[in-house]
């Protein structure tokens, strides 16, 4: 049986579900398999930071996400009897919320939407020529299915098939740390709205909140540790408060980590993403939310060469970006659990650098943006710079708070100009409607920010670099067959 498809996404995990759903309700009708028979269970990745929030808030599912999870206002930091609270703004609190019901939330968005998982399809070959990309899946009882896609997209997890079968390599080393995950039910006291972490003399332990009364804690373990139902409670013990006590256990397991990213990231008319493309170390729950950051960057490019807005060479930023992205992740994430197994000595001065910061007000206005995700920058790939930001502005590749889209249904360029360069913006947003939307800001200087559609600064300046930043723009569309305003 032989099918034809626009876009085909293979691995039906939050990762590929999300960029099944970031397509479709840009209007291209992605196709998703998997060889799974039934959607994964569990908890797993928990922690939803506020880029990946912004976009369940895209996919009008935000409102059921927040009623199913659990807000936390704070990180807390407890070294002897210290508790170094970092308050989080709105933009920099996440939502606790297990990913069985991510998982849910964006299935049930991708039927409304049109789509559907067909599940119990295993891919086993693939080939690719200029023009579609040939893929070969089987199904349960041995049939064989043959599928032709104009691009596909491998979601399919850490033990990629995809990656293997378009050859790309998987460099890096496993993370030479155990690490105890247990959830249950806590008794004793400890704070309900907060990601704590408990710094004690033999090591680190996390005590995070979870939805319907439970908690999850987690921490490094020396290699070799049996694990038994008391293991969770020894690590509370030697590590936390006292007074603590775990009860009633729904997971209790032991796991290591690794540290790899592909390369490429992109062959031909195949792009990988979420664990296919880059894995890390869990600290931070990073993981769900930089996959969730490759389907959005991949989502906007994508369904503006299908919809011909793009030229098809915009493409080719998807692996310098996302792998910058990906390598910046692997660096913080690593620091951090290293963090976990320090010496006795190591541990003292770590505390002691950690509670300075905090005195200073350093540790707080550090670590939620790198938690959150805002401090992930690009490089200068689809905007070459045009010389230094001045001061007030956004850098280029940046993501800020400050710095927001405002909803646009037609996925545009959202360009804000301050002073006088009103003027020059509302005449480019009027030569390239389909890509340019533009919003003015009444005083300042004569100034620019130019914001991509996944909220990336993608240019910004004075008045005078504009023209450079307008010719780009018109770089990206060479060769689409988009219609430019006042040209045949």
Known sequence: MNQRVKVLIVGAGPVGLMAACELRRRGVPADIVDAAPEPGAGSRAILLWPPSLESYRDLGILEEARKRGVAVDALSYHIGGTTLRLPLAPTMAPLILPQQDSTELLQDELRRLGGDVRRGLRVVGLTQDQDAVTVTAREADGREVTMETEWLIAADGFRSTVRDLIGADFTGAPLP?????????????????????????????????????????????????????ETGQRLLDERGPGGLRLT???????????????????????????????????????????????????????AGVLDGRYAPHILDSYDVERRAAAEQTVRATGRMARQAVLSPVAHRIRDLAMTLMHRTGVLGRRMPPLLSGWLITYPDTLFPAAGRTPPGLPRPGTRRPKWRLEPDARDRFQLITTGTAGSQGAA???????LVVHRHRAGGADAFVLLRPDGFVGASGPATVLPHAAAALERLAAGASHHVKGQS
């Open 177 to 229: 740390i155990t690490f105890l995950l247990a959830e249950g039910r806590m008794e004793g006291d400890y704070d309900t709205r907060a990601v704590n972490y408990y710094l004690g003399r033999a090591g680190v332990v996390l005590v995070a909140p979870l939805p319907g009364g439970r908690v999850r804690i987690s921490g490094a373990v020396p290699e070799g540790t049996e694990l038994t139902g």
């Open 248 to 302: 009633d256990l729904t997971m209790n397991t032991l796991f290591t980590s690794h540290e790899r990213i592909a390369s490429p990231l992109r062959a031909g008319r195949c792009f990988l993403a979420g664990d296919a493309a880059h894995v890390h170390s869990v600290v931070g729950g990073q993981g769900l939310n930089l996959g969730f950051a490759d389907a959005r960057n991949l989502a906007w490019k994508l």
């Open 428 to 434: 480019l947003a009027d030569r390239l409607p389909d």
